[in-house]
């Protein structure tokens, strides 16, 4: 089904947003969520877990900007979705990554019946502390429509008292932008391949629809390869995109009952994985607990994946250490997949791009530059993107760690971040500010 462009501004200007409500449908969130919710629904379904939203940019005092009887009532109005018909139709019948019903018909019956579980809101220095609690194939769901709500309220609330035509002139730069944005990349081969990462921290869901339609019509069906955000997939008739991330392996560890099952976690994750899903859809995420000891430590069946997801750290360096890796296991890195994923904008896609093409595979998941780059286009930069998370902080009462190629990106009480840090031998690591 393909719906018609809206005209933002003027929708913003004539409703102040009160008749959108953020977040539209349960499938509006990011296809990998789906597929690690059908892998914990098998794997590990009585498994209870804390999330909690976590905003690494202090500065933007979340509490001070949104209203929160308005946030309740976003939370609330999600709490009451269900799949439509057609939504369920779409997930059960529609082919994903070259399979069809890639969705089993008992987690399909669980999705038809879930109603998100409740959440528990507080203020405190500025902040909203937002968790969610319950068991992890239910909780876990509440992640991307949590960051979404807490965005676009933010967006709201910047552009509340903006005019008319105040509106048209900001709506227009950023389309711009965007669209200059897009007009660099076609500069690049042929061969560049890259989808939009954008849902977890978009300026609006109407902006995402946008630039997702504009990178369409500029990049076509070869190099933009689709959307993660599965409600615009549907929409939009293209593809959905996404694999697994960092929560799998978390929760795994959490539960880890002693240290050498805590070194195996990352690896049992996968394990679980290996035995759900092939082709591109076999792709590690190495970065957890520090790619160097992951890939040194991983089992040889991992080297015959598709590629490998670099999400921290110097990129450059990631790729670089994958390649060696798939070298050192007797694989062709020409056969293997790079997806890059981490805080990108144009200038880093191309460069990467030309030191990696023809080297391996080389793929790009843009995410918040791309739906949410309204830099510099209001007084006090107020509608800059920050760095917004909402993580999985404890599995059966036991606190969960991140350790990640960034130090800046740990999370998880102090004394669990050394634990974890000798335990899968992380030494010195070089700091990278987090922007978004």
């Given at each position: 089904?393909?719906?018609?462009?809206?005209d933002?501004?003027?929708?913003?200007?004539n409703?102040?947003?009160?008749?959108?409500?953020?977040?539209?449908?349960l499938?509006?969130?990011?296809?990998?969520?789906?597929?690690?919710?059908q892998?914990?629904?098998r794997?590990r379904?009585?498994?209870?877990?804390?999330?909690q939203?976590?905003?690494?940019?202090?500065?933007?005092?979340?509490a001070?900007?949104?209203?929160?009887?308005?946030?309740?009532?976003?939370?609330?109005?999600?709490?009451?979705?269900?799949?439509?018909?057609?939504?369920?139709?779409?997930?059960?019948?529609?082919t994903?990554?070259?399979?069809?019903?890639?969705?089993?018909?008992?987690?399909?019956?669980?999705?038809?019946?879930?109603?998100?579980?409740?959440?528990?809101?507080?203020?405190?220095?500025g902040?909203?502390?937002l968790?969610?609690?319950?068991?992890?194939?239910?909780?876990?769901?509440?992640?991307?429509?949590?960051?979404?709500?807490?965005?676009?309220?933010?967006s709201?609330?910047?552009?509340n008292?903006?005019?008319?035509?105040?509106?048209?002139?900001?709506?227009?730069?950023?389309?711009?932008?965007?669209?200059?944005?897009?007009e660099e990349?076609?500069?690049?081969?042929?061969?560049?391949?890259?989808?939009?990462?954008?849902?977890?921290?978009?300026?609006?869901?109407?902006?995402q629809?946008?630039?997702?339609?504009?990178?369409?019509?500029?990049?076509?069906?070869?190099?933009f390869?689709?959307?993660?955000n599965?409600?615009?997939?549907?929409?939009?008739?293209?593809?959905?995109?996404g694999?697994?991330?960092?929560?799998?392996?978390?929760?795994?560890?959490?539960?880890?009952?002693?240290?050498?099952?805590?070194?195996?976690?990352?690896?049992?994750?996968?394990?679980?994985?290996?035995?759900?899903?092939?082709?591109?859809?076999?792709?590690?995420?190495?970065?957890?607990?520090?790619?160097?000891?992951?890939?040194?430590?991983?089992?040889?069946?991992?080297?015959?994946?598709?590629?490998?997801?670099v999400?921290?750290?110097?990129?450059?360096?990631?790729?670089?250490?994958?390649?060696?890796?798939?070298?050192?296991?007797?694989?062709?890195?020409?056969?293997?997949?790079i997806?890059?994923?981490?805080?990108?904008d144009?200038?880093?896609?191309?460069?990467?791009?030309?030191?990696?093409h023809g080297?391996?595979?080389?793929?790009?998941?843009?995410?918040?530059?791309?739906?949410?780059?309204?830099?510099?286009?209001?007084?006090d930069?107020?509608?800059?993107?920050?760095?917004?998370?909402?993580?999985?902080?404890?599995?059966?009462?036991?606190?969960?760690?991140?350790?990640?190629?960034?130090p800046?990106?740990?999370?998880?009480p102090?004394?669990?971040?050394?634990?974890?840090?000798?335990?899968?031998?992380?030494?010195?690591?070089?700091?990278?500010?987090?922007?978004?």
């Amino acid at each position: 089904m393909i719906t018609p462009t809206v005209d933002i501004a003027t929708r913003v200007y004539n409703h102040k947003w009160k008749i959108d409500p953020i977040v539209r449908s349960l499938i509006d969130t990011d296809f990998y969520k789906l597929l690690m919710c059908q892998s914990i629904f098998r794997n590990r379904p009585d498994t209870n877990v804390q999330f909690q939203l976590i905003n690494r940019t202090k500065s933007i005092r979340l509490a001070d900007i949104i209203d929160e009887s308005e946030l309740r009532q976003q939370l609330d109005y999600v709490r009451g979705l269900s799949l439509s018909r057609g939504e369920s139709t779409w997930l059960r019948g529609n082919t994903f990554y070259g399979k069809r019903q890639m969705f089993r018909p008992d987690f399909m019956e669980f999705l038809e019946n879930l109603q998100l579980p409740p959440y528990r809101l507080e203020k405190k220095d500025g902040q909203y502390e937002l968790t969610f609690e319950g068991k992890w194939p239910e909780v876990m769901l509440w992640e991307i429509p949590a960051l979404a709500i807490i965005m676009e309220l933010r967006s709201r609330a910047v552009l509340n008292d903006m005019g008319r035509f105040e509106l048209q002139v900001l709506y227009a730069r950023a389309m711009t932008r965007i669209w200059e944005k897009i007009e660099e990349l076609r500069k690049l081969s042929p061969d560049l391949r890259i989808a939009d990462f954008g849902t977890r921290r978009r300026h609006s869901f109407l902006w995402q629809d946008w630039c997702v339609q504009a990178m369409i019509e500029g990049l076509g069906d070869t190099r933009f390869t689709g959307t993660s955000n599965c409600l615009i997939a549907m929409r939009r008739d293209i593809e959905a995109i996404g694999t697994n991330a960092h929560e799998l392996p978390m929760v795994y560890a959490a539960l880890a009952e002693n240290e050498d099952a805590l070194r195996q976690a990352p690896y049992r994750v996968l394990a679980d994985w290996h035995e759900e899903h092939d082709g591109n859809l076999r792709i590690i995420l190495p970065d957890t607990y520090g790619t160097r000891n992951f890939l040194e430590h991983a089992p040889d069946w991992l080297a015959g994946w598709t590629g490998i997801r670099v999400d921290s750290g110097d990129p450059a360096e990631g790729a670089e250490r994958a390649i060696a890796w798939w070298t050192s296991r007797g694989e062709d890195p020409r056969d293997k997949l790079i997806i890059f994923s981490d805080g990108l904008d144009v200038a880093k896609i191309a460069e990467l791009f030309h030191r990696f093409h023809g080297r391996v595979k080389v793929s790009f998941g843009w995410g918040t530059l791309l739906t949410n780059d309204f830099r510099d286009l209001v007084p006090d930069n107020q509608l800059a993107p920050f760095s917004l998370v909402c993580k999985a902080v404890a599995a059966n009462g036991r606190p969960t760690v991140k350790l990640s190629d960034n130090p800046e990106k740990a999370t998880g009480p102090k004394d669990q971040i050394e634990r974890y840090k000798q335990v899968f031998g992380v030494g010195a690591q070089r700091s990278v500010a987090v922007e978004v």
